[in-house]
């Protein structure tokens, strides 16, 4: 993946979201209309690049740590617009825009050096679901944290308001539904490539982590559910450790060796 086009993208897309994001946020309603449409404008941005990229490696974009926040913009972006044209909360879309954004930044700070080759393992045809189930579930689950943070802001500083924690379940239930695929997928793949359906490496015991700590939240919500600051509380702390598995595992002197972290 070259540098420059992802810089020309990115600020193409970045720009179609300032300007979208203002128009949203216009008192004149007759710019909010083209605001979600220029909003939209910068998704179709970085999904064209991704399959830009995906023609020149030949491959799908999903083996490196860069090329996976590639998908969590996209994705998490995706989710932001889509969710604002369902429950129309603006924070909401600005939120899920400025993590987008700051994932673009931390890919056109640390550029990759991005190459066609695919590991054996990985030419599976259990690759692409397994990874991009996983990335749809980041996304809808990163997005609640989003949702988490805002309604503790609302919940301690401001009056509560019951819509929040109703959207927070949304996004967990389709969040955890995804989750759940890619478990299974990745059990099936692992079946198939190594003989084995499950072998504790580190990357899959915090998997299994983060699964059951967005379990005990659909748990709690459904057994107490007038427990709202609490149910806040585990999707803010869940959130820290899907972000451990998913790239902080990479760091952690257990993870050496593991046939999960990102090359």
Known sequence: MDR?????????????WIAGISFVYSRKKALRTPGIILVFSGVIAIALFIFIIWLKLERPPLRTLGETRLWYVFLLSLAGTVFFLRWKYKWFLTYSIL??????????IHPEAFDRTLLPALQSPWFIPHVVVYILGYALLGASAIVAIYGLFRHYVHNFDNKIILLADNLVYQGFAFLTLGLLFG????????????TWDPKETWAFLTWLCYLIYIHLRY???????????????????????????????????SIHTYS
């Open 4 to 16: 420059i086009n992802f810089l020309i993208f990115a600020i193409i897309a970045a720009l179609f």
């Open 99 to 108: 993590m987008a954004l700051v994932f673009m930044l931390i890919n056109i």
């Open 187 to 198: 059990a099936i793949w692992a079946k198939q490539a190594w003989g084995h359906y499950w």
């Open 223 to 257: 057994y107490h559910p007038a427990r709202i600051r609490g149910g806040l509380w585990i999707l803010s702390l869940a959130f820290i450790i899907l972000v451990i598995a998913w790239f902080g595992i990479n760091y952690l002197p257990a993870a050496k060796g």
